[in-house]
């Protein structure tokens, strides 16, 4: 049991996550991919995504099933669940800027819970450049496969969460929102306790907590081993809270990445459409899609004429935001702005 004791300054730090991180789902369904219990609701659920993306599995990405192997989802290396960002390539660069230390400590961590794991692995830890790369290779085309075909209903499944959450807490309070977030967690007493692997007191010391709903998330998940005192403590709680909840975001992968959005608008279009499901400025776009800042300007202006974009000052440049026509056209809905509870 891991037992996090809250401060009043803690309180007041309580967020929840603006949208999903990319490379932490990805991480985290490989093993879910590889698990499969008859009967449980989640596998249910999971089991025409499961083996869709079985079907998919190229030999080469069989090294990320050694590196998130079955029965792992409650330890997985912080390094790879974090929540950073809106888009893979910036969450892969996060990780890969961390510090030694962080990946000391996940190491650590992983000896101990996994003393059998691949040599391949201590490599990576210790900056084994060959290995990173392959990595990185492999987890941008496992997502490609298995994570993105449902990213659009994954954020706004994610966003109606988010809302719900918002009106718990001018309802019933920061406590109300933590003592309501999932079965398996308690709130007692300045005090929130969740599933572990090790018994555990730890005291945010004014920290703050960040609460991410997490689609391919079996239980309660909370990163102890390599905590960073100078960021809020994470804590990724299953974002599906039935069996039909989860089979609505896989049930269909093809609203936000079918050909049909493509002939509709034009590939460079429909890829700058979907690079707004995360609101960005005109540069950030252009990167996002791969194109000149001019020509990402020239296509979110038609998008925008068209009602699927909306563009507003943001200091002295712009910040292009999906509409709701935007978003319904992509099957979901996009992440909005991080505020607190």
């Known amino acids: ?41 989640a596998d249910v659920a999971l089991s025409g995504w499961r083996a869709r993306t079985r079907r ?11 590196l998130a192997p079955a029965g792992s989802g409650q330890y ?61 290779r492999q987890l941008h085309a496992y997502h490609a496969m298995a994570i993105a075909p449902y990213w659009g209903q994954l954020l706004a499944a994610a966003q109606a ?18 003592g309501s977030l999932h079965p398996e967690i308690d709130w007692s007493s300045g005090t929130l306790s969740l599933p572990c692997d090790v018994d555990v007191d730890l005291r945010l010391r004014g920290q703050g907590i960040l609460l991410v709903p997490t689609f391919f ?30 089979a609505a975001v896989v049930a269909s992968g093809t609203a936000a990445t079918g050909e049909g959005l493509t002939a509709l608008l034009g590939a460079t279009r429909a890829r700058t459409l979907r690079a707004a499901q995360s609101p960005a400025g005109t540069a950030e776009l252009a990167r996002r899609v791969g194109t000149s800042a001019a020509t990402a300007s020239h296509h979110a202006s038609v998008l925008r004429a068209a009602g699927l974009l909306t563009t507003h000052r943001d200091g002295p440049g712009v910040r292009h935001v999906l509409t709701p026509l935007g978003s319904a056209l992509l099957g979901g809905g996009p992440p909005q702005e991080a505020a607190p509870c």
């Open 1 to 41: 049991m891991l037992r996090l004791h809250f401060t009043a300054e803690d309180l007041l730090r309580v967020r929840v996550a603006t949208a999903p991180d990319p490379l932490a789902e990805t991480v985290l369904s490989l093993p879910l991919l590889q698990t499969e219990r008859p009967g449980r609701a």
């Open 56 to 66: 998919g599995l190229r030999p080469e990405m069989r090294i990320l099933l050694e």
């Open 76 to 136: 997985l290396p912080e390094a790879f669940t974090h929540a950073a960002a809106a888009d893979l390539a910036d969450s892969l660069d996060h990780t890969w800027s961390l510090p030694k230390r962080q990946w000391t400590a996940d190491w650590r961590a992983t000896r101990l819970l996994r003393p059998r794991a691949p040599a391949w692995i201590h490599a990576l830890h210790h900056g084994d450049r060959t290995w990173s790369d392959l990595v990185r």
């Open 161 to 178: 969460e988010r809302t719900e959450r918002a009106v718990t807490t001018v309802d019933a309070g920061v406590e109300g929102l933590l």
């Open 217 to 246: 998330c079996a239980r309660p998940l909370g990163l102890i081993d390599n905590a960073d005192p100078d960021r809020p403590f994470v804590l990724r709680y299953p974002l599906a809270r039935s069996l039909g909840d989860g």
